[in-house]
């Protein structure tokens, strides 16, 4: 991720550093991006790894995002990251995420300072009111799923939540966090065996597709490239075809700076997604593999 290493104040800033984009095309317009001011009005520590930091919009966004999409959080003078959205309401944005970098170690210690977002970027996951749903996360891909089970939970048309990760440190209260949200439960795999299944969340997905075949459930994942592959292969030989949805280095969020392309797929991550049917994508994950 480029750093970003003077106080952008205002749409215009942004716009020259995506216009110095070699991809960038000048019939962008500025209103498609708009930059909001936010404050940090917590930061709580879920578990060893997880976060969730609470931002209060200063200015109310015109459309309410939709499950699947995500801002880009400014950090002036140090960062500029792509976020999924976790929830929104009351103007308030939930960030859940771990520490990973200078970015987003920056944004867990922004408690009470005010930042900045541009958004909601990306499109929305389409659902299929005939279908139930069956959510996959691995780490902080359980980020795009919160709000998507909690939308999901409220038409009754979610299945289940399966998330994994390292061990039971990692857990922590995020089971707790994610209820609260969601109103629906989440079904805890750890790959040291410490909490809940014992093995990874491909794991268990492989012992549930053959029993998914000719039903109405679909799935939709997030994670890391290595497990959104498995889970698209395994998917493959039963005929299903699940959504995932990517991760990728994010520069612009519009689409201009190339940064997000997958491969020979020609498809933008933060434009055309993020999320994929897998059909779409398997190639280039198996080729990232």
């Known amino acids: 991720m480029s750093k970003i290493t003077e106080d952008l104040k205002s749409d215009k800033t942004l716009f020259r550093y995506i216009s110095s984009s070699p991809f960038h095309v000048n019939s962008v317009s500025l209103k498609r991006y708009t930059i909001r001011h936010v ?4 930061v709580v520590q879920l578990s060893r790894r997880y976060l969730v930091a609470r931002l209060k919009l200063l200015e109310d966004f015109e459309n309410e995002p939709e499950p699947g999409q995500f801002v880009m959080i400014w950090i002036p003078g140090i960062d500029y990251i ?6 929104y309401r009351g103007s308030e944005l939930l960030i859940f995420f771990k520490v990973r970098g200078e970015g987003t170690r920056a944004l867990a210690n922004s408690k009470d300072k005010i930042l900045a977002v541009a958004g909601p970027l990306g499109k929305p996951i389409n659902l299929n009111n005939e279908s139930r749903y069956l959510l996959i996360g691995g780490g902080t891909g359980l980020a795009p799923l919160i709000k998507l089970a909690k939308k999901l939970y409220s038409m009754n048309l979610l299945e289940n939540v399966i998330w994994g990760t390292r061990s039971a440190d990692d ?17 805890v795999c750890t790959e040291d065996c410490t909490m809940g299944y014992c093995g990874k969340a491909t794991d268990l997905v492989a012992e549930l597709i053959p029993k998914l075949k ?13 497990m959104l592959a498995s889970i698209a292969l395994m998917s493959s030989k039963y005929g299903m075809d699940p959504v995932l949805v990517m991760e990728s280095t994010v520069k612009c969020g519009l689409g201009l700076c190339g940064e997000c392309i997958l491969g020979e797929t020609g ?23």
Not at 171 to 187: D, R
Not at 214 to 226: F, M, Q, V
């Open 39 to 42: 404050r940090v009005t917590d």
């Open 82 to 87: 792509p976020m999924s959205i976790a929830d």
């Open 171 to 187: 857990v922590g209260i995020v089971p707790e966090f994610f209820k609260e949200v969601t109103g629906s439960e989440l079904m």
């Open 214 to 226: 000719d039903s109405s459930i679909e799935i939709i994942a997030a994670g890391p490239n290595d």
């Open 267 to 289: 498809l933008s991550l933060c434009k055309d997604g993020p999320a994929f049917k897998a059909s779409k994508v398997i190639n280039y994950l198996l080729n990232k593999k």
